[in-house]
């Protein structure tokens, strides 16, 4: 198996995944660079991966069905070009391996995640649940849900690598740092991420310079606490914090 970001728009990444001469596309923004990848690669779309309905993650999904009819959409009920619909738990295969979507709200309320298994390790296709040492904004979803999906990410083996949607991990990084300053993982991480793709990471990375990770420490907390003008009782009122500082960084 093979697993290759596709930069389109400002900066998102659609991940392809080739098993064989066979390939699933996730969050597919554009069309286009899909179809030239496909090509170049002699691959046929097996499978069309979705995890939420912002139009940076699904503008492309309708041609490539119109070009490869029998190939699903997956994705959730709110997904209007999904021909395929799945909800938390649901799994199906694709090549050797076994794909189980988990549902992780917060950026938007029905946002899913595709957790692929096979003998490479965990693949989790995270969308804008979670980016190198950040997490996405919160629309239509809660922080009380973008707290739980990341509390439940953290529960997964340390070598799981996670493949976000964007590359936002320099500036990411650079909040970190703010939060962090004397920490040397953030810095060192921060060195190799300027110009430079970062994708995908692992969940032992992300537990060393992502804020949203290290909500537990005493210095994220006392940082936090310094930075919002108030006393933060517990880890949801620290998230909270960061996601809200992180706002306006």
């Not at 995890?51 to 709110?78: C, M, V």
């Not at 076994?98 to 995640?113: E, F």
């Not at 980016?131 to 990341?150: M, P």
């Amino acid at each position: 198996m093979k697993i290759t970001p596709i930069q389109a728009l400002n900066d998102n990444y659609i991940w392809m995944i080739q098993e064989g001469n066979h390939a699933a596309c996730v969050d597919p923004s554009d069309a286009t660079p899909v179809l030239k990848f496909l090509v170049h690669n002699r691959l046929m779309l097996a499978q069309t991966w979705i995890t939420h309905p912002h139009p940076d993650h699904t503008g492309g999904a309708k041609s490539l069905f119109h070009g490869f009819l029998e190939s699903p959409i997956y994705g959730e009920s709110d997904i209007n070009v999904a021909t395929h619909t799945v909800t938390a738990g649901t799994q199906f295969s694709f090549g050797e391996g076994l794909v189980t979507v988990w549902a992780t709200p917060g950026h938007t309320d029905r946002h899913i995640s595709y957790l692929l298994e096979n003998s490479d390790g965990l693949h989790v296709f995270c969308g804008d649940t979670l980016f190198s040492a950040g997490c996405g904004r919160v629309f239509t979803g809660t922080i009380e849900q973008l707290y739980d999906s990341f509390h439940r990410f953290n529960q997964l083996p340390e070598e799981t690598l996670f493949y976000p949607a964007h590359e936002y991990t320099a500036s990411n990084l650079r909040f970190a740092q703010h939060i962090e300053p004397d920490n040397a993982d953030i810095q060192t991480a921060l060195a190799a991420a300027e110009h430079t793709p970062t994708l995908p990471v692992s969940l032992a990375h992300e537990r060393k310079v992502n804020p949203f990770f290290r909500i537990h420490l005493p210095q994220v907390r006392a940082r936090a606490e310094e930075l919002s003008g108030r006393k933060l009782n517990n880890e949801l009122e620290v998230f909270a914090a960061l996601r809200e500082l992180k706002n306006q960084f």
